[in-house]
Nanobody
Framework: VQVVESGGGLVQPGGSLRLSCAAS????????MHWYRQTPGKQRELVAT???????NYDDTVKGRFTISRDNTKNSVYLQMNSLKPEDTAVYYC?????????????WGQGTQVTVSS
């Protein structure tokens, strides 16, 4: 499975960005998709999750500001980020997970940099 993120960049505090993640494979609809982020010297942290039935979950630090969504017709997941803060600056990674016959499969994208600064 190939996972490719896009949409990162430089934005001022209070601004918005929309990250996209495209994942290959004919079974995208059964993937659980996650967005993680990582800053230098820190562990990668889970930001948002969307399940195959489109249930969502968010880290407390982004609740009310970020929205994760998916489009199974485009094999894509999105992260709409509003009211961005300097502390949201990080490399954002898309993660794909699914299970089949008791085996878990995990794939990561290469990451996209988000910088929030004036």
């Amino acid at each position: 499975v190939q996972v490719v993120e896009s949409g990162g960049g430089l934005v001022q505090p209070g601004g918005s960005l929309r990250l996209s993640c495209a994942a290959s494979g004919s079974i995208f609809s059964i993937y659980t998709m996650h967005w993680y982020r990582q800053t230098p010297g820190k562990q990668r942290e889970l930001v948002a999750t969307i399940t195959p039935d489109s249930s969502t979950n968010y880290d407390d630090t982004v609740k009310g500001r970020f929205t994760i969504s998916r489009d199974n017709t485009k094999n894509s997941v999105y992260l709409q980020m509003n009211s961005l803060k300097p502390e949201d600056t990080a490399v954002y990674y898309c993660h794909v997970h699914w299970e089949a016959s008791g085996i878990g499969y995990d794939f990561w994208g290469q990451g996209t940099q988000v910088t929030v600064s004036s």
